[in-house]
């Protein structure tokens, strides 16, 4: 979907759901997984291991959402005395209720939301719930006997309540509803409006930037290799405005053939615009006509015997089919629409979406929705559709694998939302039905090897747990550790990893602040660090639940770790054991994870508390788990160490360098542009730029590329 800056205005009526919907209570937790558990083997090995780098964004990470939490058994018993209490409270409910339109939210007696609803007509709706003898699922029963009173919400239309219903389960995630969730912002490629240059770019958030929008994509890498293949077909530049113009001379990008080099005005402004014009021509999805274009041109230079330019012409064509070959299944007959497809498997559901765009595949996400196992494909999908459209454009054409009993509702909402026709149906034969068969094919195997994961993941927990003579099951594990560069920009940091492989929405870093630590003093960075991590535990800032016996919190996740490891050896143990004795911390087991010899991997030794130390075999399944957490935590501090950095270093220039005067400063700066030119330069070169000698250059050079301790 194409999109003109600055973003299409929400519509009046969405804009008051929106103030409607403030939460006014926690949601609840899930149940406990209960997958198979068998004998640990070297193959189990299967931590999910993809890199979440500090510097970039939260919203940048491209891991598989998490498998929920198995549901409640749905047959659980329901006792008859709290069934008519419920019954009661929600009578009283329907004695005040309209008989118009409206979402209805059920309460237990902790103010906790248990449903969110939406009825065309709210009275008529709730009395269904209050017929004390109405066959009703096991799943609603539950819901009834534990529900204290009910609040209510009128809307002008079942349109609205639909809207507000979506936005409120997102907020509230209550706990018989299903869940939308890991619901992260889809990149779109930006081709700015702004400037006289227009420069092609990754964006995700508000639309606000004046220029066009092209998307959604399915993720960062799709994205990125779309612009990687059309900065080397149309030459336009991705620099920011500010490296633009600084430019004295081409940047590599145009050595390299990936930019035209319109800062130093190898091309003039006419030649430059039609390149951006092909390129917008391109993604608004007349690439046939493009490529025709190109092909004439190519053929023409060939005839003037220029066969530079018809090479360049070649090269670019080239670039076009390759971005198309990535692109995999691309429909014939399809040019604008979302493709849903849903499998479910043991009790879980998948969600698969495919994105078309301009006739071409902007790529698929696999969602695994917390849903017990009494929904149907049809209720999950369509409780699924309405939260994943809140916050997202709607295209023209919704293609879906079943048949949801309100899709003539969920159109006209989504109509008003993209204030245009939106269409959604289930097709029955040809091109359409061929896509839909293909997300269910991606749906059902997705949803395979997340059940295989999570599987392997708990076998690994529980062979951990047998091996180190654990107290209890493991179900949220973290691991500290620290970087700085002889005691500057100090920082430390927190991994988490439990039954689902790294928890990367709960890796948290912290920036040393005590002023009286010494340089260096790795005792006293920790111990900062767990003060500061646990007496927020220990008192929550008001307004929170957490407790210190309640190991639970939002999205059926612990907040309370139930085994904290440290990178270092006895000496780090014994300083963790005092500072959590000085807390009055007990029931978290301890473990620190001392490097082998020449800190070679497979030789680590394992120390805890009042236990001799702990030696592995090297190709021990439980041994190279720790590892890998251990790494994790070391992979994250260094990160979040050379973030803090290059920001103290870009905002105190290169003063901070030894040797570095005004005069030397002025002359890099001509020479390179950018300070994060001089970053990137080797330490030939730096020698090259005047006035800088060998010995000054690779000080410059050993600046920016200390490495942290």
Not at 585 to 597: C, I, N, Y
Request: with cysteine; net charge neutral.
């Amino acid at each position: 979907m194409v999109h003109d800056s600055p973003e299409r205005p929400t519509p009046a009526a969405k804009t008051d759901l929106k103030a409607a919907s403030k939460p006014d209570a926690k949601p609840r937790r899930g149940s406990k997984s209960d997958l198979p558990q068998d004998n640990l083997t070297k193959d189990d090995l299967t931590l999910d291991t993809s890199d979440v780098d500090p510097e970039t964004s939260a919203a940048e990470e491209e891991d598989d959402a998490r498998l929920p939490e198995a549901s409640e058994d749905a047959a659980e018993a329901v006792a008859e005395g709290t069934l008519s209490v419920g019954h009661a409270a929600i009578e009283n409910a329907v004695r005040l209720a309209p008989t118009s339109p409206g979402v209805y939210r059920m309460l237990n007696a902790a103010d906790d939301v248990l449903y969110v609803g939406k009825a065309k007509n709210v009275k008529k709706r709730l009395s269904s719930y209050a017929r004390a003898n109405a066959p009703l699922p096991a799943r609603i029963l539950r819901m009834i006997a534990a529900t204290t009173h009910v609040e209510i919400v009128s809307t002008m239309t079942e349109t609205e309540a639909l809207l507000l219903e979506a936005n409120l389960i997102k907020q509230l995630r209550p706990r018989f509803n299903v869940q939308l969730r890991d619901d992260k912002s889809f990149p779109y490629i930006l081709i700015s409006g702004d400037h006289w240059a227009p420069q092609i770019l990754k964006h995700r958030g508000a639309q606000s930037r004046p220029g066009r929008y092209f998307g959604p994509f399915a993720n960062a890498g799709a994205v990125n290799r779309t612009i990687t293949a059309l900065q080397r077909a149309f030459l336009i530049r991705s620099c920011t405005d500010g490296f633009f113009e600084s430019r004295t001379r081409p940047c590599l990008l145009y050595q390299i053939k990936r930019c035209a080099g319109p800062c130093t005005r190898e091309i003039d402004f006419p030649g430059y615009s039609e390149l951006v014009r092909e390129a917008t021509e391109f993604l608004s999805g007349r690439s046939h006509a493009v490529k025709e274009l190109l092909a004439a041109e190519m053929e023409k230079a060939s005839g003037e015997l220029e066969f530079e330019t018809a090479a360049l012409y070649r090269d670019r064509l080239a670039a076009l089919s390759a971005i198309q070959s990535q692109q995999g299944i691309n429909p014939r007959t399809v040019e604008e629409a979302d493709v849903f497809a849903i499998h479910q498997e043991g009790g879980y559901s998948c969600v698969e979406v495919f994105f078309f765009r301009t006739g071409q595949n902007w790529g698929n996400r696999a969602y695994f929705p917390k849903a017990e196992k009494s929904f149907t494909p049809e209720e999950v999908l369509s409780s699924f559709l309405a939260q994943f459209y809140d916050d997202k454009p709607p295209p023209k054409l919704i293609l879906l694998s079943h048949e949801i009993e309100e899709s003539a509702l969920l159109a006209d909402a989504l109509s008003v939302k993209a204030g245009s026709k939106v269409e959604v149906s289930v097709p029955k034969r040809g091109e359409k039905k061929e896509l839909i068969g293909h997300a269910l094919t991606n749906a059902r195997e997705a949803l395979g090897r997340k059940l295989a994961d999570t599987a392997t993941q708990s076998r690994l927990l529980e062979g951990m747990v047998t091996t180190l003579g654990l107290p209890h099951t493991l179900r949220r594990i973290e691991v500290y550790d620290n970087s700085h560069i002889q005691g500057t920009n100090a920082v430390g940091a927190m991994i988490v990893a439990g039954p689902d492989g790294f928890m990367k929405n709960q890796y948290r870093k912290f920036n040393i602040k005590s002023e009286g630590l010494t340089p260096g003093d790795d005792y006293g960075m920790m111990r900062e660090v767990l003060e500061r991590r646990f007496k927020r535990l220990l008192k929550p800032p008001e307004g929170e639940a957490a407790k210190v016996d309640d190991k639970a919190d939002d999205d059926s996740f612990p907040q309370w770790p139930d085994l904290v490891i440290i990178d270092g050896g006895r000496g780090q143990l014994n300083a963790v054991r005092e500072i959590f004795a000085n807390l009055g911390l007990t029931g978290v087991s301890l473990m620190a994870v001392a490097k082998g010899p020449d800190r070679d991997a497979g030789r680590e030794t394992l120390f805890m508390p009042d236990r001799e130390a702990i030696k592995l075999e090297p190709r021990d399944p439980v041994l190279y788990f720790i590892q890998r957490l251990r790494d994790e935590a070391h992979r994250f501090v260094i990160g979040s160490h050379r973030k803090l950095r290059k920001k103290d270093i870009r905002e105190a220039g290169l003063q901070e360098i030894p040797g570095i005067g005004p005069s030397r400063k002025r002359a890099l700066l001509h020479h390179f542009g950018t300070l994060k030119e001089i970053e990137r330069a080797s330490i030939a070169d730096l020698g090259k730029v005047p006035g800088v000698s060998a010995e000054s250059a690779r000080k410059i050079f050993e600046f920016f590329h200390a490495q942290p301790g």
